[in-house]
């Protein structure tokens, strides 16, 4: 093919065609608004780092769940798998464990009879040698595991010939299968297209939650039980009993563990918009995740007992003293004293939080967006339109309106029954964040809502001008707020402000260069006028005469 141009001209006539060059990429935004986080105890899932999880892989990822009446710690289990079933993208889930956890070694070993059968074990320790196959299952399953492999009929000049190629699966204790990887025993195997066929290698491409050696045995024989087929032309294999590899080492966590659950949140590179507590009761944990909510910068939704009553819900609120913190506008606490029926059906009726199904909700909401790309979140998750979807519920407690003023100066929101013009129903009855403030836009969660996301976009938008000519970086990031405080306002996010200093205006902001450090430091500082939140109406009728 006769090609009329070249890439790089040096003195010669000619023509030189540069690469194509976009300067049509917008700002693009990401769902994380519409995914949970938290951390958890739970039966089943990686302990060495976060993991996702999703409505459809939830109870193979986590297990099953188990009974409140063995732990109250298995209320978060369930207020995450309805949180799925409710709106949550996603949740990212840190795994509890205590020092005494331990993760053990599966090996295979082959038979004393050679070529034929293999014995699997477990051991604590890297095996060194006499092994045929070993690795370790990250994903930590308190039930254990299954594993079996074969391999297919391998016929040379004819004749049946021992095969290098092994087919192996992993299965969890009720036989469902996990996974499956096919590839060769052999060191530097390849297929036609130079591509690595080595079984470990092969289970490295595809995960990294399963760690494989191999041993000095490189193929498997034919009068092996796990090669090809039996009299009945049924495939042969090698198969284990449950092998119980992991174990939990209890559930006695102590604060060092709560630190390494908030740090494996605080580094994962899953994103995430909201933290829920889910159910926790325990002090030391609540505070992990107050910290992780002021490193990130993201919202948490905490839950008191809805065993207590009003007078008990606000000790346990002070005694956490979650206003103290710098970013107290990020927590939000809810109270809900009910009993529901288990939505998951692995208990009856249960005192079940409702910080994970609030969040549910949020990104249920934040799913559909206008066409600027805002979601409602002027409009909280509380009041009419927003109600507990749980079935059987009944109220235990219902506070007097004494009480419920003591609430809202407590900055605790109760989930109760309320009647409207459409009928009765259980919904989140207030708004508030833990915001230590009477009169500012900062008591509001709709505000708090409004605001991290501002400043999300703000931060990733600086991340992508980071290394940029100054000059440049200053106009695109003028630009760019422009655009965004001008969408916001239209979205009915900001209103104008009354604030002699704004003139009149929803916003403004100013974008210049550090005078200290102007080489390298851009300021960028801005000043919002978010819409409020109907909490209280005042009714006077007049009578005329």
């Not at 294999?237 to 102590?254: D, H, M, P, Q, R």
């Not at 422009?482 to 979205?491: E, I, R, Y």
């Not at 003139?503 to 430091?521: C, H, L």
């Amino acid at each position: 093919m006769s090609v009329s141009f070249v890439r790089s001209l040096g003195s010669e006539s000619g023509i030189q065609t540069n690469p194509l060059q976009d300067d049509s990429e917008l700002p693009a935004g990401t769902n994380s608004d519409q995914i949970i986080a938290t951390m958890l105890r739970a039966t089943r899932g990686r302990i060495d780092k976060a993991f996702k999880v999703n409505s459809g892989n939830v109870k193979k990822l986590l297990g099953k769940g188990e009974s409140l009446r063995a732990s109250e710690l298995n209320e978060a289990w369930v207020q995450v798998v309805e949180s799925l079933n409710n709106g949550a993208y996603e949740a990212v889930v840190s795994r509890l464990s205590t020092s005494a956890a331990v993760l053990k070694w599966i090996v295979v070993t082959p038979a004393a009879a050679e070529g034929t059968g293999f014995t699997f074990s477990v051991s604590p320790t890297e095996p060194e040698s006499g092994f045929f196959l070993a690795f370790r299952h990250l994903d930590c399953f308190n039930d254990g595991i299954k594993v079996r492999f074969r391999a297919e009929e391998n016929r040379v000049a004819g004749a049946q010939a021992a095969n290098s190629v092994i087919t192996l699966q992993i299965l969890d204790a009720n036989d469902e299968k996990l996974s499956e990887y096919t590839g060769s025993l052999v060191r530097g195997a390849k297929d036609d297209s130079g591509n690595s066929t080595y079984l470990p290698e092969v289970i490295e491409k595809r995960t990294d939650s399963l760690e494989l050696i191999t041993g000095a045995i490189e193929s498997v024989a034919v009068t092996s039980d796990a090669y090809g087929y039996n009299e009945s032309y049924q495939e042969k294999w090698a198969e284990s009993a449950t092998l119980i590899y992991f174990v939990e080492g209890g559930t006695a966590y102590t604060t060092d563990d709560y630190v390494r659950a908030r740090e494996q949140l605080q580094g994962t590179q899953f994103d995430y918009g909201y933290i829920v507590s889910a159910g926790s009761k325990a002090p030391a944990l609540i505070a992990q995740l107050v910290q992780l909510a002021y490193e990130t910068n993201i919202q948490l939704k905490v839950d008191i007992p809805g065993s207590l009553n009003a007078e008990e819900s606000i000790s346990f609120v002070e005694q956490l003293n979650l206003g103290a913190s710098t970013t107290a506008h990020l927590i939000h606490a809810f109270w809900h004293p009910s009993k529901a029926a288990d939505p998951t059906g692995v208990n009856g009726k249960i005192y079940l939080g409702t910080s994970a199904l609030n969040a549910a909700f949020c990104c249920a909401r934040n799913a559909i967006k206008n066409s600027k790309g805002f979601a409602k979140k002027n409009y909280p998750i509380a009041g009419r339109e927003w109600k507990v979807n749980r079935s059987g519920i009944v109220q235990t407690y219902t506070p007097t309106k004494q009480e419920l003023s003591a609430l809202a100066r407590a900055k605790i929101n109760p989930v109760t029954y309320e009647v409207y013009s459409g009928g009765g129903r259980y919904v989140w009855r207030d708004s508030l964040t833990c915001a230590m403030v009477d009169s500012s836009l900062k008591k509001l969660i709709a505000v708090a809502d409004m605001s991290c996301a501002i400043d999300d976009a703000i931060s990733r938008f600086g991340k992508d001008i980071l290394q940029l000519p100054m000059k440049i970086a200053l106009k695109r990031m003028r630009d760019y707020l422009t655009q965004l405080f001008k969408d916001a306002q239209a979205s009915d996010w900001l209103v104008p402000s009354d604030d002699p200093e704004m003139g009149g205006n929803a916003w403004k902001f100013v974008i210049q260069p550090d005078s200290t450090r102007p080489y390298e430091k851009m300021v960028v500082q801005y000043k919002l006028r978010y819409d409020g939140t109907t909490r209280q109406i005042e009714n006077t009728q007049t009578l005329s005469r």
